[in-house]
């Protein structure tokens, strides 16, 4: 699954910048006023984006203004003459920016979900000057010297708690982003940093590329043997959507491809379809990334040396919760080893069945054959639960679990500006029946968007000024059911959407003064756990109960039962393609910047570690989009593993208490968890909801491994 809070784009942005999202009415900005992405959002509850008034040529003119706005309001914070204190520097801090905030809010939404050719070129010349902009704002002496006069002073201890981290975070990355060096070394970081946006960019334009640009068409109904009618329905239905009437077209995305390389009987097909998917971002062409990833780890490596840090790796590490890469590596390798050994034993019953076929276990046949081991093990075909997957269904169950659990109902808006016809906005409440929030639903793939899922932030919770809500996304991409007929989504697929929707959820609890704390603004190795915690309520009665056919009937009670026991059959084709990607990863951050080919340092490092021959690893490092399309996981996609230690151990609070659903426990982990955002030390958070530090043990469980000592 294929599971982000942000696009690579948007995410490698969200990091550089460090703009307030606190998007409420602020003054005029007369040089400003004239651009519709620069103006104050209007309408109800603190204002929506004015999709309707966007155009890709107000972009450049638009960011050009609100970089040189924020900038001037920045040195009006940094020579204050008054000495500095909270509310003279970090209150302001906060609030500057806000015409830029909104301008880049629906860029990125326009690099994720609506990148032409048109908007391709605008993005790639000014993702180097946003970093530039950035350089300016992390560089300026002044300001750090009023930052640090109020981080160390004896006053700060009269802050309140929130305030005192607001003070910590800013000084922690400003020292980290390089406040403390020379000019000389300031100017060279600058030049980095504005190598690697245009790198980024250039990444994830060519990944987004190969996958548009490649697709498996199929041209006879012998071609479609093994699939699901949902799939077949679909195929076509995305064929006629690409002018190809009469034929199938399979996308080169994981929520098409995935689903055929499972079903298909035809294996020259599987393997080719598995290549194409496989091959993106490696195909030789124009759009090859390999040169690229060579060039974005050398400066990587030159920048962290810059700032003091032996590799990428330890610099990007050092204010996470797992603080070192030695730290973040073992916990890959524990969890590596017994999921390799698994692979071998899952294997080692396929390969019984294919060799009825007469052939070995190849990587395109793996996912074949594994659901016919877990038919022949559990009596289960996945594809069978598919036409009780209806998307607006799983929508609505996530919805009516959230209520359950927190409180929270959704109606759906209509007349809001939306970006796409596919966009669909809903009003969230709490129980009191108070305006939480909106949420934007983008479900259906599309050309110009980019593949996986994920979740946004228009506008970050919080009360600087007064109670401004948040308004938050989520976006999948889905292939759309034929005409008249529902999209269906795969067991996987409808996992993610709980996945993402906790990021929603997160982002949507969000109870904080300062925007730059609130919501998803946490520890990259943090931020997955609650969205991890809430992929465990799609497999609850509650929400199952919901998951009806077209003909309203609800999944049989036998097929959940098959599915229940089967719960962590394929669990170690699962953790090793994923944490595969995460040791390279690492791997590759901690080498220093030395000269790779990228192939080759894939190849040995797989080998070095023992991967299994039929398994490749999730994301191939040429369509790396997490770490190469940005900064958010690069060195990080640890991360997820991590989480899923946090969210185990925090979901068995739950079944302790007797009920998924158990009010107590759900009420302390909203107000303990998703409500606080970075106001508290993460690991400190984890401790209020447990009252205790999280154990491996619960993950191991969770997985069907052997349970080892803490």
Same mark, same amino acid.
């Given at each position: 699954?294929?599971?982000?809070?942000?696009?690579?784009?948007?995410?490698?942005?969200?990091?550089?910048?460090?703009?307030?999202?606190?998007?409420?009415?602020?003054?005029?900005?007369?040089?400003?006023?004239?651009?519709?992405?620069?103006?104050?959002?209007?309408?109800?509850?603190?204002?929506?984006?004015?999709?309707?008034?966007?155009?890709?040529?107000?972009?450049?003119?638009?960011?050009?203004?609100?970089?040189?706005?924020?900038? *001037?309001?920045?040195?009006?914070?940094?020579?204050?003459?008054?000495?500095?204190?909270?509310?003279?520097?970090?209150?302001?801090?906060?609030?500057?920016?806000?015409?830029?905030?909104?301008?880049?809010?629906?860029?990125?939404?326009?690099?994720?979900?609506?990148?032409?050719?048109? !908007?391709?070129?605008?993005?790639?010349?000014?993702?180097?000057?946003?970093?530039?902009?950035?350089?300016?704002?992390?560089?300026?002496?002044?300001?750090?010297?009023?930052?640090?006069?109020? +981080?160390?002073?004896?006053?700060?201890?009269?802050?309140?708690?929130?305030?005192?981290?607001?003070?910590?975070?800013?000084?922690?990355?400003?020292?980290?982003?390089?406040?403390?060096?020379?000019?000389?070394?300031?100017?060279?970081?600058?030049?980095?940093?504005?190598?690697?946006?245009?790198? +980024?960019?250039?990444?994830?334009?060519?990944?987004?590329?190969?996958?548009?640009?490649?697709?498996?068409?199929?041209?006879?109904?012998?071609?479609?043997?093994?699939?699901?009618?949902?799939?077949?329905?679909?195929?076509?239905?995305?064929?006629?959507?690409?002018?190809?009437?009469?034929?199938?077209?399979?996308?080169?995305?994981?929520?098409?491809?995935?689903?055929?390389?499972?079903?298909?009987?035809?294996?020259?097909?599987?393997?080719?379809?598995?290549?194409?998917?496989?091959?993106?971002?490696?195909?030789?062409?124009?759009?090859?990334?390999?040169?690229?990833?060579?060039?974005?780890? *050398?400066?990587?490596?030159?920048?962290?040396?810059?700032?003091?840090?032996?590799?990428?790796?330890?610099?990007?590490?050092?204010?996470?919760?797992?603080?070192?890469?030695?730290?973040?590596?073992?916990?890959?390798?524990?969890?590596?080893?017994?999921?390799?050994?698994?692979?071998?034993?899952?294997?080692?019953?396929?390969?019984?069945?294919?060799?009825?076929?007469?052939?070995?276990?190849?990587?395109?046949?793996?996912?074949?054959?594994?659901?016919?081991?877990?038919?022949?093990? +559990?009596?289960?075909?996945?594809?069978?639960?598919?036409?009780?997957?209806?998307?607006?269904?799983?929508?609505?169950?996530?919805?009516?679990?959230?209520?359950?659990? +927190?409180?929270?109902?959704?109606? *759906?808006?209509?007349?809001?500006?939306?970006?796409?016809?596919?966009?669909?906005?809903?009003?969230?409440?709490?129980?009191?029946?108070?305006?939480?929030?909106?949420?934007?639903?983008?479900?259906?793939?599309?050309?110009?968007?980019?593949?996986?899922?994920? %979740?946004?932030?228009?506008?970050?919770?919080?009360?600087?000024?007064?109670?401004?809500?948040?308004?938050?996304?989520?976006?999948?991409?889905?292939?759309?059911?034929?005409?008249?007929?529902?999209?269906?989504?795969?067991?996987?697929?409808?996992?993610?959407?709980?996945?993402?929707?906790?990021?929603?959820?997160?982002?949507?609890?969000?109870?904080?003064?300062?925007?730059?704390?609130?919501?998803?603004?946490?520890?990259?190795?943090?931020?997955?756990?609650?969205?991890?915690?809430?992929?465990?309520?799609?497999?609850?009665?509650?929400?199952?109960?919901?998951?009806?056919?077209?003909?309203?009937?609800?999944?049989?009670?036998?097929?959940?039962?098959?599915?229940?026991?089967?719960?962590?059959?394929?669990?170690? !084709?699962?953790?090793?393609?994923?944490?595969?990607?995460?040791?390279?990863?690492? *791997?590759?951050?901690?080498?220093?910047?030395?000269?790779?080919?990228?192939?080759?340092?894939?190849?040995?490092?797989?080998?070095?570690?023992?991967?299994?021959?039929?398994?490749? %690893?999730?994301?191939?490092?040429?369509?790396?989009?997490?770490?190469?399309?940005?900064?958010?996981?690069?060195?990080?996609?640890?991360?997820?593993?991590?989480?899923?230690?946090?969210?185990?151990?925090?979901?068995?609070?739950?079944?302790?208490?007797?009920?998924?659903?158990?009010?107590?426990?759900?009420?302390? !982990?909203?107000?303990?968890?998703?409500?606080?955002?970075?106001?508290?030390?993460?690991?400190?958070?984890?401790?209020?909801?447990?009252?205790?530090?999280?154990?491996?043990?619960?993950?191991?469980?969770?997985?069907?491994?052997?349970?080892?000592?803490?």
């Amino acid at each position: 699954m294929n599971k982000s809070i942000l696009t690579a784009g948007a995410a490698a942005m969200m990091v550089t910048l460090m703009t307030s999202t606190n998007l409420q009415a602020a003054p005029a900005v007369a040089t400003t006023a004239a651009n519709p992405l620069l103006a104050e959002w209007t309408g109800p509850n603190g204002g929506v984006p004015a999709f309707d008034k966007a155009k890709v040529a107000d972009f450049k003119p638009a960011i050009e203004a609100g970089i040189d706005s924020q900038l *001037k309001e920045i040195d009006a914070i940094a020579n204050n003459a008054a000495a500095p204190t909270f509310d003279n520097v970090f209150v302001p801090l906060e609030k500057a920016g806000r015409p830029l905030s909104r301008a880049l809010a629906v860029f990125f939404i326009y690099s994720s979900n609506l990148s032409s050719p048109e !908007f391709q070129k605008v993005e790639e010349e000014l993702m180097p000057k946003l970093a530039a902009a950035q350089d300016k704002l992390i560089q300026n002496a002044k300001l750090f010297a009023r930052i640090d006069a109020v +981080y160390n002073s004896p006053a700060k201890a009269k802050l309140t708690a929130e305030q005192q981290r607001l003070v910590w975070k800013y000084w922690t990355d400003f020292a980290q982003a390089g406040a403390k060096l020379s000019e000389a070394d300031k100017a060279t970081l600058s030049t980095y940093n504005q190598k690697l946006a245009g790198l +980024y960019t250039k990444f994830a334009q060519n990944q987004l590329a190969d996958e548009e640009n490649y697709a498996l068409v199929l041209d006879s109904k012998d071609q479609l043997k093994g699939l699901t009618t949902e799939q077949i329905d679909a195929a076509a239905a995305d064929a006629t959507a690409h002018k190809l009437p009469g034929k199938w077209r399979i996308a080169n995305t994981r929520s098409a491809m995935e689903p055929f390389i499972t079903y298909s009987t035809d294996r020259a097909l599987r393997e080719k379809g598995w290549r194409m998917w496989i091959s993106r971002g490696d195909n030789g062409n124009a759009n090859d990334n390999n040169a690229t990833v060579v060039e974005i780890l *050398k400066v990587r490596a030159q920048k962290a040396k810059l700032l003091g840090y032996p590799t990428y790796a330890h610099w990007h590490l050092a204010d996470t919760m797992a603080k070192t890469p030695d730290n973040a590596m073992n916990l890959l390798m524990r969890a590596w080893k017994p999921a390799v050994a698994q692979v071998h034993a899952d294997v080692a019953e396929m390969q019984k069945i294919a060799s009825v076929d007469k052939l070995t276990i190849e990587p395109w046949d793996y996912r074949f054959y594994a659901e016919k081991l877990r038919k022949a093990k +559990y009596d289960l075909d996945l594809g069978e639960v598919k036409p009780y997957l209806q998307l607006d269904h799983v929508r609505e169950a996530m919805f009516m679990a959230a209520g359950k659990l +927190y409180g929270y109902s959704f109606t *759906k808006v209509d007349g809001l500006p939306v970006y796409h016809p596919d966009v669909s906005v809903y009003e969230v409440k709490d129980k009191a029946g108070k305006h939480v929030g909106y949420w934007y639903f983008d479900p259906l793939a599309r050309a110009g968007k980019q593949s996986g899922a994920w %979740m946004n932030a228009y506008r970050e919770q919080s009360r600087i000024d007064a109670d401004i809500p948040t308004i938050v996304s989520n976006n999948s991409n889905f292939i759309p059911g034929s005409a008249g007929q529902p999209t269906t989504i795969s067991w996987d697929d409808a996992e993610t959407m709980f996945h993402e929707f906790g990021h929603a959820l997160h982002g949507l609890s969000a109870n904080t003064t300062y925007p730059s704390l609130s919501g998803t603004n946490t520890a990259r190795d943090f931020v997955e756990f609650p969205s991890q915690v809430n992929e465990n309520w799609f497999s609850t009665p509650e929400v199952q109960a919901m998951l009806v056919n077209a003909k309203g009937e609800p999944i049989p009670a036998d097929l959940l039962a098959k599915i229940k026991r089967a719960k962590t059959f394929n669990q170690g !084709f699962s953790v090793v393609e994923t944490q595969a990607s995460a040791i390279v990863d690492m *791997k590759l951050h901690l080498a220093g910047g030395v000269p790779i080919d990228p192939k080759a340092f894939e190849k040995a490092t797989l080998t070095e570690i023992g991967m299994p021959k039929e398994i490749v %690893m999730r994301h191939r490092i040429p369509q790396f989009g997490h770490i190469f399309a940005g900064e958010g996981y690069a060195a990080g996609y640890y991360g997820y593993l991590w989480a899923e230690v946090l969210a185990t151990d925090a979901y068995e609070a739950f079944g302790e208490a007797g009920s998924p659903y158990d009010p107590g426990t759900a009420k302390r !982990f909203h107000d303990t968890i998703l409500s606080v955002g970075n106001t508290v030390d993460p690991a400190q958070a984890f401790r209020n909801f447990r009252g205790r530090d999280p154990k491996v043990a619960a993950w191991l469980r969770h997985e069907g491994f052997p349970v080892t000592e803490e």
